[in-house]
C-alpha cells in the first residue's frame, strides 16, 4: 500500500515558476513508477509526466516539454515536479499518482495510489 501526500501549488502570475511535491509511504513506491496528472473542471484528468521507478525514464506531454521537470529521491520517498515559464493555461487541480509498475503508463485507471490534488493557478 502506498499513501501519497502533495503540498505546493498556489497562485502565481504567468512567468513565474512553482515546485510540486508528491510524499509518499509504503516501501512499493521505490519500486514503482509514478505519474504527473492534470485536471480542468469540464475536461478529462490529462497525462502530463511520467517518471520510472529509477528516474532513469521520463516522459513529458508536449504541452510541457522544456518547461516542467520531474525528479525522485526513493531514500526521501519523494517526486517533485518543477514548474517554470507558466502559463494561464496551465491553471489546473494537479495530482500525482503511483503504479506498481517499472515504467509509467498514459492511462489512468493503471494507477493505483493517487496524491490528494493541488490547485495550480496561472494569472495572465
Known amino acids: 500500500h502506498v499513501t501519497l501526500v502533495q503540498s505546493g501549488g498556489g497562485l502565481v502570475q504567468a512567468g513565474d515558476s512553482l515546485r510540486l511535491t508528491c510524499e509518499a509511504s509504503?516501501?512499493?513506491?521505490?519500486?514503482?513508477?509514478v505519474g504527473w496528472f492534470r485536471q480542468v473542471p469540464g475536461k478529462e484528468r490529462e497525462f502530463i509526466v511520467g517518471i520510472s521507478w529509477s528516474g532513469g525514464t521520463l516522459y513529458y506531454a508536449d504541452s510541457v516539454k522544456g518547461r516542467f521537470t520531474v525528479s525522485r529521491d526513493n531514500a526521501k520517498y519523494t517526486v517533485d515536479l518543477q514548474m517554470t515559464r507558466l502559463k494561464p493555461e496551465d491553471s489546473a487541480v494537479y495530482y500525482c499518482a503511483v503504479v506498481t509498475r517499472r515504467l509509467y503508463t498514459n492511462d489512468e485507471a493503471d494507477y493505483e495510489y493517487w496524491g490528494q490534488g493541488t490547485q495550480v493557478t496561472v494569472s495572465s
Open positions: 509504503g516501501r512499493a513506491f521505490t519500486t514503482s513508477a
